[in-house]
């Protein structure tokens, strides 16, 4: 079965500093990984997706992770926070059909 | 193109009721799937519908239960509330290309349902 943590509840950056949100996996088998992002009262928004086509995934708004096997890591970077940034974010694992959620972690950016 | 829609947004119930939720997903997207969300426990997967059939399901007592119907809108039914029901209720669609690759899953605004 696969299982995703997300180290960080919460993390407090400054505007235009970097951004680093970290998530570890487990699974048995190759992966299915993806980055969600929730701004208040409102629906959950798709970042990125790691299809094993590229280590390296470019998402949505600035925002990249990096897919690390022997770390079994996929943390969520980018490299200068908005204040728009600020929101939850969720490391989820799983097929399309049953996503399996990290319990999120709170950015928040101080101007 | 419309996105997920779901119905209604706020909803305020009494214990021991049942509540209906209704989610009209992305057009042409087959898999429907239903996510309750709540502080405590976080996002935690109910179950999947695909062709008016269920697919997946979750660890949810069977007081949760849902169907889909051939346009592919889905209800979720809740019977016999209890206050720890009291959560957000999300519905995500996604196309389902039968090959294994995952496609990106649409997730709707949520029904809020708190349970007195």
């Known amino acids: 079965a696969q299982s995703v943590t997300q180290l960080d509840s919460h993390v407090s950056v400054s505007e235009g500093t970097p951004v680093l949100l970290r998530c570890n996996y487990s699974s048995s088998y190759s992966p299915s990984l993806f980055w969600y992002v929730q701004h208040p009262n409102k629906g959950l928004q798709l970042l990125l997706k790691?299809?094993?086509?590229?280590?390296l995934v470019k998402g949505i708004n600035g925002f990249e992770a990096e897919f690390k096997k022997s770390e079994t890591s996929f943390h969520l970077t980018k490299p200068s926070a908005h204040m728009s940034d600020a929101a939850e974010y969720f490391c989820?694992?799983?097929?399309?059909?049953?996503?399996?959620f990290g319990k999120g972690t709170k950015l928040s950016v101080k101007p | 193109k419309a996105g997920v829609t779901q119905t209604p947004r706020y909803l305020i119930k009494t214990r021991g009721q049942q509540v209906t939720l209704s989610c009209s997903p992305i057009?042409?997207?087959?898999?429907v799937s239903w996510y309750q969300q709540t502080p405590g426990q976080g996002l935690q997967f109910l179950f999947e519908?695909?062709?008016?059939?269920?697919?997946n399901k979750g660890n949810f007592p069977g007081r949760f239960s849902g169907r889909q119907f051939s346009n592919s809108r889905s209800e979720m039914n809740v019977s016999t509330l209890e206050l720890g029901d009291s959560a957000l209720y999300l519905c995500a669609s996604s196309l389902d290309p039968g090959t294994g690759v995952n496609t990106e899953a649409f997730f709707g605004q949520g029904t809020r349902l708190t349970v007195v």
């Open positions: 790691y299809t094993s086509a590229a280590t």
């Open positions: 057009s042409g997207h087959r898999s």
């Open positions: 519908y695909f062709s008016e059939t269920q697919r």
């Open positions: 989820v694992g799983g097929s399309q059909g049953n996503l399996i």
